[in-house]
């Protein structure tokens, strides 16, 4: 019994690591958790926007979870929507947000969904999506539709208020299509 349950063991160790490496390879960004710092300068340059009680705010690659649940937990009556493409993080993305019903969960690419339910979006990608993403918002978005990046900037626009959180880099706020004034937060 012990063998079977060892060999089970490795065998889920190396199907959850390929999964995570195969995902990463595909995508080009690896998945990643927003630190707690993150986290709360999202949470307060979403506040900052003003937006509606029952906005709906889309992760982008929301990963493991971490993102989703504070933002439900901050914005009790909005409608938080993750979508995350591999499939491991997703799994414990569902087992974090189990219970919290303003939370909806999507497994799969959201280059192929329709994001202009959006009154908010976050994410944290990596440089080389960044230009993708752009042009996905123009596509998709209602002027007007609040933009939240973690770290990696999306170059070539313009930037309406900044949260510095330190080593890792900044957090943006975008008001879509990004053409506005630039406020800077440094606190």
């Not at 012990?2 to 690591?17: D, P």
Request: aromatic letters at 8%; charged letters at 20%; a positive charge.
């Amino acid at each position: 019994m012990t063998t079977v349950l060892s060999y089970s063991a490795i065998l889920l160790t190396v199907v959850v690591s390929l999964s995570l490496i195969i995902f990463t390879a595909l995508t080009g960004v690896p998945t990643l958790s927003s630190r707690k710092s993150e986290v709360n300068d999202v949470i307060a340059l979403l506040k900052r926007f003003n937006l509606s009680r029952r906005a709906v705010i889309i992760d982008l690659g929301s990963g493991w979870g971490t993102l989703v649940v504070a933002l439900a937990r901050a914005f009790p009556e909005a409608t938080v929507e993750g979508i995350e493409i591999s499939l491991f993080p997703y799994l414990i993305s569902r087992l974090r947000t189990h219970g919290q019903f303003n939370v909806s969960l999507k497994w799969g690419n959201f280059f192929h969904d329709d994001l202009g339910r959006a009154d908010a979006i976050v994410c944290y990608l990596m440089p080389a999506v960044m230009p993708n993403v752009s042009e996905l918002l123009d596509r998709n978005l209602r002027p007007g539709t609040c933009v939240v990046s973690n770290t990696f900037l999306l170059r070539g626009r313009t930037i309406s208020a900044v949260r510095r959180t330190g080593r890792r880099g900044t957090v943006a706020l975008y008001i879509w299509p990004a053409r506005h004034w630039v406020v800077d937060d440094r606190e």
